[in-house]
């Protein structure tokens, strides 16, 4: 693991930890964990063999990327884009529910991007999964702030999820937004479907969400990674 981040010590992350049902490890896949700062719960990302590197800058960006060290495909999870006004809108191209809290910004699909809504089961709780072929691919990856982003092109499509957790605060509505976008080879398409099903399941909202509907979602996801193979 190599953060770029000052974590006071303690708190080890758990060496073993059992994957939420109904995944399973994919061959070739690894699993590694997380916390960003002390006292947080663990958090667990799924991905190929690789380095994993966590971010947090002083604007707030949070990111957690497992995967080659040269950028070129992995997985890229983003908690927080950075700056309270970034993340206000974050993932509005993708969810229609939070560009309706943020008008007049620009919520336009980027180019050659293929979205599909998600039903998550969860009030309040909105999900989209998301395509994009290289060259426009790079458009999910959600990587600003990481070292060496002008270096790392992705080399194949990109499979994103993105969900925002809508609430009320003294009588205003906003949105926390975060993601996950995997970019692999096909031959690692199983790998890209567990990483994203593993991201939904430790999400915020997600304790209340049903197995029914988990099973549910992760069945989608594995669908949605298996139509788009490039």
Same mark, same amino acid.
């Given at each position: 693991?190599?953060?770029?981040?000052?974590?006071?010590?303690?708190? !080890?992350? !758990?060496?073993?930890?059992?994957?939420?049902?109904?995944?399973?490890?994919?061959?070739?896949?690894?699993?590694?964990?997380?916390?960003?700062?002390?006292?947080?719960?663990?958090?667990?990302?799924?991905?190929?063999?690789?380095?994993?590197?966590?971010?947090?800058?002083?604007?707030?960006?949070?990111?957690?990327?497992?995967?080659?060290?040269?950028?070129?495909?992995?997985?890229?999870?983003?908690?927080?884009?950075?700056?309270?006004?970034?993340?206000?809108?974050?993932?509005?191209?993708?969810?229609?529910?939070?560009?309706?809290?943020? !008008?007049?910004?620009?919520?336009?699909? !980027?180019?050659?991007?293929?979205?599909?809504?998600?039903?998550?089961?969860?009030?309040?709780?909105?999900?989209?999964?998301?395509?994009?072929?290289?060259?426009?691919?790079?458009?999910?990856?959600?990587?600003?702030?990481?070292?060496?982003?002008?270096?790392?092109?992705?080399?194949?499509?990109?499979?994103?999820?993105?969900?925002?957790?809508?609430?009320?605060?003294?009588?205003?509505?906003?949105?926390?937004?975060?993601?996950?976008?995997?970019?692999?080879?096909?031959?690692?398409?199983?790998?890209?479907?567990?990483?994203?099903?593993?991201?939904?399941?430790?999400?915020?909202?997600?304790?209340?969400?049903?197995?029914?509907?988990?099973?549910?979602?992760?069945?989608?996801?594995?669908?949605?990674?298996?139509?788009?193979?490039?």
């Amino acid at each position: 693991m190599n953060a770029f981040f000052s974590v006071p010590a303690g708190d !080890p992350v !758990p060496r073993t930890v059992r994957l939420p049902d109904p995944l399973t490890l994919p061959s070739g896949a690894v699993v590694a964990g997380v916390r960003l700062g002390r006292g947080e719960a663990a958090h667990y990302i799924l991905g190929p063999e690789g380095t994993c590197n966590a971010y947090l800058g002083a604007d707030g960006a949070a990111r957690i990327g497992l995967g080659p060290a040269d950028g070129s495909a992995g997985i890229w999870e983003v908690f927080s884009p950075g700056g309270a006004a970034l993340w206000a809108k974050y993932g509005c191209a993708y969810i229609p529910e939070v560009a309706r809290l943020v !008008p007049g910004e620009d919520c336009s699909k !980027p180019q050659g991007t293929e979205v599909r809504p998600v039903p998550t089961g969860v009030r309040g709780l909105y999900a989209s999964l998301a395509w994009a072929q290289p060259p426009d691919s790079g458009e999910l990856w959600g990587r600003g702030n990481a070292e060496n982003d002008s270096e790392a092109t992705a080399r194949y499509g990109t499979v994103a999820l993105f969900m925002a957790h809508v609430s009320t605060y003294s009588g205003h509505r906003y949105s926390e937004g975060l993601s996950i976008s995997c970019s692999l080879p096909d031959r690692q398409d199983d790998i890209c479907a567990a990483s994203l099903g593993m991201f939904l399941t430790q999400m915020e909202g997600a304790a209340s969400m049903g197995a029914s509907d988990r099973r549910r979602l992760v069945r989608v996801i594995h669908m949605f990674v298996e139509q788009h193979r490039s």
